[in-house]
């Protein structure tokens, strides 16, 4: 696997049609960029991140990014995505520690998301960043009417451990 250094970074507005065509690769039912802008512009609720390519010549490639909302000491990962390109290299991993550990400094207790439980790539990489399923929504997707797994993490736990990382900074692997 080729080492890639990258950068970690609040979303901004010029991110956004990068943003999109990764939305697109991903998702059956993408979301729309006034959904993204939404995001970009609630700041102090939402809290959007992206990781770029770095260290290369050029405009760096944006790879992937994350969504979360802080509700009321909840830390709701609304949204990840790595572009399909860039997958099984670490990132989708260092988006959501990125995500998490934000959620301890803004003094979440818990993280929450939802996912499709057909969609065992990302059921694997939440368990193994602490996550458990808490419950079930039946038939959540109106697209195919897909049940969707609630899992929460404790975000009481020590910081996530890995090499050299600032959610804001950037890590080389
Ligand atoms: C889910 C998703 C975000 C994961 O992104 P990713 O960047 O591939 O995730 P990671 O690389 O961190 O981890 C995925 C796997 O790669 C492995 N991996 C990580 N670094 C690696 C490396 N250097 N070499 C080989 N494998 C590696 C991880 O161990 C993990 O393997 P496992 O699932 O067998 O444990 C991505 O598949 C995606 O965008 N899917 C479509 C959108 C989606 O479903 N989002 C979630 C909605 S709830």
Redesign the pocket.
């Known amino acids: 696997?080729a080492s890639v250094a990258f950068d970690i970074q609040r979303m901004n507005r010029s991110d956004l049609s990068e943003v999109l065509e990764i939305e697109q690769a991903?998702?059956t039912t993408p979301w729309s960029r006034s959904s993204f802008m939404v995001e970009v512009e609630n700041t102090g609720r939402s809290y959007p991140l992206v990781v770029r390519a770095r260290g290369r010549e050029g405009v760096a490639p944006l790879m992937?990014y994350v969504c979360v909302w802080r509700v009321q000491g909840e830390l709701w990962i609304n949204?990840?995505?790595?572009h399909p390109s860039?997958?099984?290299?670490?990132?989708?991993?260092?988006l959501l520690q990125a995500a998490l550990d934000m959620g301890r400094k803004l003094g979440c207790e818990h993280a929450l998301?939802?996912?499709?439980l057909s969609?065992q790539?990302?059921r694997?990489?939440y368990r193994?960043q602490g996550f458990h399923t808490v419950g079930l929504r039946r038939r959540y997707y109106p697209d195919d009417l897909e049940d969707a797994l609630v899992m929460s993490a404790s975000l009481r736990l020590r910081p996530t451990t890995r090499r050299g990382h600032d959610w804001m900074g950037s890590e080389t692997?």
């Open positions: 696997m991903c998702f992937g949204n990840l995505a790595v860039h997958r099984r290299r670490g990132l989708g991993t260092r998301l939802e996912v499709r969609n790539q990302a694997r990489l193994h692997r």
